[in-house]
């Protein structure tokens, strides 16, 4: 059973919708991450939260708003997205540090498709 | 900057046999860790092996070892005993000092056959 929990699970919405991905962890993990990945392609880093901070953004359009309201959860915000945004988003979580202590521990995803 | 490059796009495995899957890295740091991730169909990342920079020896879980050469930069999975369960892409990622978050290889889609 994974110990990080995504939701929903798909998703479907127009070019012109809001709409916001949710992810939560109880394993006192500091860090956490968005990732987006394609279909038959690793995933890529969005975006790195620590200590409830935004410490990395890697160039993502801000049409992807990430937002963490308290430790555990973490959210992004989707707004006048594109069909070539339709993917799986991962959210994972780690400890802080170094070495092993950064293995992700990852959700099942959301499968979002943009019509 | 820190790469990974996993040069199988597609494994064959009988059910019970052992299969190696390819990971060779480049970084300038010395100190860096290998991770595995198993991702079935279902989508979920499964984390399946560590291996430190500064460890002296393979790692092992269960069934699945790391095959880690230094000098060479190669950091291969080995599972032994071979499941049907264990069809599904495998993922090589990298985290060196220098970086924040693992840096993942482009995968192997391992197909396991009765």
């Known amino acids: 059973d994974t110990e990080v929990t995504q939701t929903p699970k798909h998703l479907v919405m127009g070019m012109t919708n809001k709409k916001s991905l949710k992810c939560e962890q109880h394993m006192g993990h500091r860090a956490m991450y968005w990732y987006k990945q394609k279909a038959k392609k690793p995933p890529e880093l969005m975006f790195v939260y620590s200590y409830e901070k935004l410490s990395i953004n890697e160039s993502v359009p801000s049409r992807f708003s990430p937002e963490c309201p308290n430790s555990s959860l973490l959210n992004l915000h989707l707004h006048a997205l594109q069909p070539e945004d339709s993917a799986l988003y991962l959210c994972?979580?780690?400890?802080?540090?170094?070495?092993?202590?950064?293995?992700?521990?990852f959700g099942s995803g959301t499968q979002l498709s943009v019509l | 900057a820190q790469k990974i490059t996993q040069t199988q796009p597609g494994m064959f495995v009988q059910e019970k046999e052992a299969v190696t899957l390819d990971c060779t890295y480049d970084t300038s740091d010395q100190s860096y860790g290998l991770f595995w991730y198993k991702q079935p169909s279902s989508g979920e990342m499964i984390f399946l092996i560590y291996q430190g920079s500064y460890d002296e020896q393979n790692a092992t879980e269960g069934r699945y070892s790391l095959n880690f050469q230094k000098a060479r930069k190669s950091a291969n999975l080995v599972i032994s005993a071979s499941q049907l369960g264990d069809s599904a892409m495998y993922f090589c990622?990298?985290?060196?000092?220098?970086?924040?978050?693992?840096?993942f290889g482009k995968g192997t889609s391992l197909l396991v056959t009765p």
């Open positions: 990622a990298i985290l060196t000092n220098s970086g924040y978050a693992l840096n």
């Open positions: 994972a979580s780690s400890q802080e540090g170094g070495g092993s202590r950064k293995k992700l521990f």
